[in-house]
Every structure is written in structure tokens, then in C-alpha cells.
């Protein structure tokens, strides 16, 4: 198998097309176009750790969701990370490939996966894009209503983490629900015109918090634990591609890359 056929095959169920505008999903890193795929290594972000355990796995390729290269670089010395990243990889042969807003936005994309471990039906973009079957955030059901207390333990299960953090909502019940990985804040306007009960997402920051007490339930759970389940949809997409290669394997990273600590 050619990394350029696991490039196209990612491609077809995330297309570049679908990225916002600010964005640099694609590769990142590499010339894959005769290139073997010995090993793929998933990850939600490049650090060096991951470049390093994809070294001593055997893999050839890593495939990220946050792109490593995202902002404009003047030189490659080594002094940050990014940098370091980049000169690891190339002397390793290891190609970098970033999957980001594309496939957020692409239909069972990111916020679908959250959706189905939220168990919501009934399936609507939160925000479409014009003339297209993809959108950001996506708007869906619970099977039955929660209280509100309910539907934060619920929460905080699902998505397995410590705490939640979340508005002072005057509401009590919860039926409709709006989700959207990662930062998702600038979708609020959009999840209060679909009438939502409580909008999800990874970050909204403090000061977004103000103002909706009568709207709906905010609540943020984390920007590394709302994308989480990202690298199962990657995975699915490579092993049905892969299934009659058992040369090349594909796996998830080993380390967590997560830089915030909760105690």
C-alpha cells in the first residue's frame, strides 16, 4: 500500500474542500507519492514524543487531527517544538499528515462520533456549509429527558473526565442537544436559534460564559476530551482500506498529548 492511496482514501471521506477557511489540514510533512507504508501512527497532536514513538514502532506515516504546522515559519533551527518536529520526521522519512476542520465538518465527522456517544438522534447540522452535506457542530435528541444534574454526570462518563465546567443555566430539563470537538464557542448564536437545551463543546473561555443563563445549558468539557474519539474514525476509515495489507499496520499513539493536568 502507498501512502498516497491512504492520503486519497482520507481525502474521499474528508475532503480539503470542507476545511474552514484559517486552517492547513493536508500534508504536512513529505513526498508520499511512491513511498511504502510500513506502519501509521495516530495521533490527536505531532509533538516529539510521538515522532519518536513512531520511530520505534516501525512507522512511516503519522496522521494527526491538530495540524503541526499551523502558523508561518520563518526558519527550522530547532528552537520550538514545531521545529524539532520537523527535523525528526524528515530525517526519519516519516511522512505528517493532518486531518482537521475537514473532517469536523465532514458528515460522520468528528462531532458525529461525539454524537453517537451521546446516543442523540435525529441528526441536523448545528451550522451547514452552503450546498454541501457537511457543517460545524451538529444538533441531535437523547433517547429520553435528563435533569439537568443527570445530564452532567452523564457528560462527565461518556467523555470520561475529572469535571465539567458549565453555565448557571435557570433551565432544569434536557432534550435537545448541540455538539461541536474543540473550540466551538462561535457556534452558541447558532445551538440558541435551534432552541437547543444544552450546547457541548471543548472550549468556550470565560467570558463567553456571561449571558445565556435563560438560553441554554453551556458546558465545556475539555478541548482534548471533546476530540478524543477522533482517532476511532481514523482508524475505521484506514482498516477498512487496509483490511488485505498485513504489511502496513495502523495504531494509536501510545502517549496522551494532552498539556493540561487536572487534579
Not at 441528526?123 to 457542530?137: C, I, T, Y
Not at 461518556?158 to 457556534?187: E, K, M, Y
Not at 481514523?234 to 498529548?257: A, G, P, Y
Request: hydrophobic share 40%; charged share 20%; with cysteine.
Amino acid at each position: 500500500m502507498k501512502i498516497r492511496e491512504i492520503i486519497d482514501a482520507l481525502e474521499d471521506f474528508a475532503p480539503l474542500a470542507l476545511q474552514d477557511g484559517f486552517d492547513n489540514a493536508g500534508l504536512q510533512i513529505g513526498v508520499p507519492e511512491d513511498v511504502d507504508a510500513a506502519g501509521v501512527l495516530l495521533s490527536l497532536d505531532v509533538t516529539e514524543q510521538v515522532i519518536d514513538e513512531a520511530v520505534s514502532r516501525g512507522c512511516n506515516m503519522v496522521i494527526s487531527h491538530h495540524p503541526l504546522l499551523f502558523h508561518p515559519l520563518k526558519s527550522i533551527s530547532g528552537k520550538t517544538y514545531v521545529e524539532r518536529c520537523i527535523i525528526k520526521a524528515i530525517r526519519n522519512g516519516i511522512v505528517v499528515y493532518a486531518a482537521h476542520t475537514n473532517l469536523d465538518n465532514a458528515l460522520n465527522g468528528v462531532n458525529y462520533k461525539i454524537a453517537e456517544k451521546l446516543n442523540l438522534h435525529d441528526l441536523n447540522w448545528l451550522e451547514q456549509k452552503e450546498n454541501m452535506n457537511a457543517g460545524s457542530g451538529v444538533v441531535g435528541v437523547l433517547d429520553s429527558p435528563m435533569s439537568k444534574d443527570q445530564f452532567v454526570y452523564f457528560v462527565k462518563e461518556t467523555f470520561s473526565v475529572p469535571c465539567v465546567r458549565f453555565n448557571n443555566w435557570h433551565g432544569q430539563t434536557i432534550r435537545t442537544v448541540a455538539v461541536c470537538g474543540g473550540a466551538g464557542a462561535f457556534l452558541i448564536p447558532n445551538a440558541i436559534k435551534h432552541g437547543v437545551d444544552a450546547f457541548i463543546t471543548g472550549e468556550i473561555g470565560y467570558h463567553r460564559f456571561f449571558g445565556y443563563e435563560d438560553d441554554l445549558l453551556l458546558m465545556e468539557i475539555g478541548h482534548y476530551e471533546s476530540e478524543q474519539f477522533t482517532l476511532d474514525i481514523l482508524m475505521d476509515v484506514l482498516r477498512k482500506l487496509l483490511k488485505d495489507d498485513e504489511q502496513c499496520k495502523v495504531m494509536k499513539s501510545q502517549f496522551i498529548s494532552n498539556p493540561l493536568i487536572y487534579r
